[in-house]
């Protein structure tokens, strides 16, 4: 009778044994890589960030509208998903003040045009980077944050060839010295992060569920997610810190990222050019659970809404702390080629297709959603098709990126 419990110790051991060797590596990796990539600080003078204007914007940019609403700090604001949780949250009464580096992964245009679209709406982006601890200690020394909504991230599976730096600065460091913060302050606030569908790896049971195993990455950008996990782990055992992750899946929508397929395959059929769809093994089809932006909004404003308070002081414990994690996705898997005919449609063009391989990337054959938890927990309840969710994003498309040249921000 006593074989089962010895059994169940050891696994449980081994468990923690895992979880402490994850977390010890990708530390290790931080040091490392912070000796190639600096931290950053913000793209102003130190001075302009003493100044009295930059310090009222941020005060009024944070305040709720009534005694109940949430100040949250947003991080990655100037982002697709970041600009869109931002003008929810204000949207309705929410204080919110925005952090981002403006980095060039992608045109930084777009992010400006976002910033302006904030702006408009009562949302101070300060522009700086979250490895900056001496910037994130003022924001919140200005605020008294009740939420941390953190989006700031590197993205993108196939750049992680490129640039693999970026990705451990940002996603490890960057959340390391964001919780760093977080558990100082007095009191603690509340933090839901973006994970990521990548975590899944290799699965091949479908749908994915946040109870299958997340251990065989195929991709540093899905590598540094699963360390984020292992890390938020850390941070709220330690530290008490009230943490939610949100494994997002294949977002998209109107002012989205252009290094996502929907928005190349966009512009590259209006300009006349080669797409190249991607094709598995043996015929298999390349699926995506391509999820709507406005159903990840509700998503992650049902996070905040659930998150429950931190219960450390002084960086240090006091309570059980809550500790969640939920996919985000669509539950209906589409095929990428059936993504293809239904940008042919709307844009009225036949795309000029190239049909190869998928080569040995990061990139994953297919992404299912379970989104029963956050059902269940979030009312979480998506409601937009990829035809009406590209129907959106191709409208927007067409006005932004006008023949004439001049981009409106619809």
Not at 211 to 233: F, M, N, V
Request: proline share 5%; net charge positive; hydrophobic share 40%.
């Amino acid at each position: 009778m006593d074989k089962p419990l010895n059994v169940n110790r050891l696994r449980t051991h081994f468990s923690l044994i895992k979880l402490i060797a994850w977390t010890c590596i990708f530390l290790g990796l931080i040091l490392f890589f912070s000796l190639h990539y600096p931290h950053s600080s913000s793209n102003k003078r130190r001075s302009d960030l003493e100044g009295p204007d930059w310090k009222n914007q941020i005060i009024f940019s944070g305040r709720p509208k009534s005694r109940t609403g949430f100040r949250v700090l947003v991080t990655g604001a100037a982002g697709f998903v970041g600009m869109h949780v931002s003008t929810a949250l204000r949207q309705r009464g929410d204080g919110v003040v925005g952090l981002d580096n403006f980095n060039g992964y992608y045109d930084k245009s777009l992010k400006r045009a976002r910033e302006e679209m904030l702006n408009k709406k009562g949302v101070f982006i300060v522009e700086g980077d979250i490895n900056d601890g001496a910037l994130l200690t003022k924001l919140f020394k200005l605020v008294k944050f009740t939420h941390v909504m953190h989006l700031a991230a590197q993205a993108g599976v196939r750049y992680a060839m490129k640039n693999p730096g970026s990705y451990v600065h940002s996603n490890i460091g960057g959340f390391v010295s964001l919780l760093e913060v977080c558990k100082s302050v007095n009191p603690q606030p509340a933090v839901v992060w973006a994970s990521s569908s990548s975590v899944y790896g290799l699965n091949k049971k479908v749908p994915f569920s946040e109870i299958d195993r997340t251990d065989h990455p195929s991709s540093l950008y899905a590598a540094t997610k699963k360390a984020g996990e292992a890390i938020a782990h850390t941070y709220n055992h330690i530290h008490g810190l009230s943490i939610t992750g949100l494994r997002f899946f294949t977002v998209y929508g109107p002012w989205g990222r252009p290094d996502m397929a929907y928005f190349f395959f966009t512009r590259d059929i209006l300009k006349g050019k080669k797409i190249t769809v991607f094709a598995g093994p043996n015929g298999f089809t390349v699926s995506r659970d391509f999820t709507y932006i406005d159903d990840i909004v509700k998503g992650c404003l049902g996070a905040l809404d659930t998150a429950t308070k931190s219960t450390g002081s002084g960086g240090v414990k006091k309570g059980p702390a809550q500790l969640r994690v939920y996919n985000l996705g669509n539950t209906s898997p589409v095929p990428v080629s059936k993504l293809v005919s239904i940008l042919e449609k709307l844009l009225k063009v036949k795309a000029k297709k190239v049909v190869l391989p998928m080569p040995a990337n990061g990139d994953v054959l297919f992404t299912h959603a379970n989104t029963s938890l956050a059902r269940r927990e979030l009312g979480y309840k998506p409601t937009t098709d990829l035809q009406s969710g590209l129907k959106k994003f191709v409208a927007w498309y067409l006005d932004y990126y006008k023949p004439s040249g001049k981009k409106s921000a619809m």
